[in-house]
Nanobody, 123 residues
């Protein structure tokens, strides 16, 4: 069983920075991609940053230029450096890992989720 353990959420003033960490409980050889979603109160969960197994990175428009995703394969950890935080960044942040699972002759994708970490940005 794979577990994701997030940390780093906090209350910060606008303009400040935070770094979120997500440690995966074990090494996984079949990762498709991993990254971060966030969900503000009363809204849907949105993808904000992802990094593929080949190192390709994508950001949502709302965070591009301010947030940086990175991965330490030796530590099985993915990070999200959040800079120039705004009140609208307030949300619960969830990390995810999408893996490929072979069943018989077919390949299926499955996503593991962290428990979420709260980020609050005051104006």
């Amino acid at each position: 069983q794979v577990q994701l353990m997030e940390s780093g959420g906090d209350l910060v003033q606008a303009g400040g920075s935070l770094r979120l960490s997500c440690a995966v409980s074990r090494s996984i050889s079949s990762i498709v991609d991993m990254g971060w979603y966030r969900q503000a109160l009363g809204t849907q969960r949105d993808l904000i940053a992802g990094i593929t197994s080949l190192g390709e990175i994508n950001y949502s428009e709302s965070v591009e230029g301010r947030f940086i995703i990175s991965r330490d394969n030796a530590k099985n950890t993915v990070y999200l450096q959040m800079n120039s935080l705004k009140p609208e960044d307030t949300a619960v942040y969830y990390c995810y890992v999408k893996v490929r699972i072979p069943i018989g002759a077919r390949q299926y994708e499955y996503t593991y989720w962290g428990q979420g970490t709260q980020v609050a940005v005051s104006s």
